[in-house]
Nanobody
Framework: VQLQACGGGLVQAGGSLRLSCAAS????????MGWFRQAPGKEREFVAA????????YYADSVKGRFTISRDNAKNTVTLQMNSPKPEDTAIYYC?????????????????WGQGTQVTVSS
């Protein structure tokens, strides 16, 4: 499975940004999908995950209520809508996939990673 993330950039705090990840090379609808991020000098951390059919989602406490993950199995894409971002959301964001479950993704079990897209939130 190949994952291609896009949509990163510079955004002001309180604005909005939308990240997308396109998947190819596998049966997209059978994979749980998620987003992780890594800020400078910090470890990669879980952000959000969605199960195969999009009904179950998980979020890190730090983004709950501000970010929304969704997927379109017809287009093989997963999206992270970032509303009211904060400077502490600045990081490289990675798309992730695993055939197990969104709960496993949340725990860090990832079979496939995308290349990452930079998000910078200015104050």
């Amino acid at each position: 499975v190949q994952l291609q993330a896009c949509g990163g950039g510079l955004v002001q705090a309180g604005g909005s940004l939308r990240l997308s990840c396109a998947a190819s090379g596998g049966t997209f609808s059978t994979y749980a999908m998620g987003w992780f991020r890594q800020a400078p000098g910090k470890e990669r951390e879980f952000v959000a995950a969605v199960n195969w059919y999009g009904a179950t989602t998980y979020y890190a406490d730090s983004v709950k209520g501000r970010f929304t993950i969704s997927r379109d199995n017809a287009k093989n894409t997963v999206t992270l809508q970032m509303n009211s971002p904060k400077p502490e959301d600045t990081a490289i964001y990675y798309c992730a996939a695993d055939p197990s479950s969104a709960m496993s993704l949340r725990s860090g079990f990832v079979s496939y990673w995308g290349q990452g897209t930079q998000v910078t939130v200015s104050s």
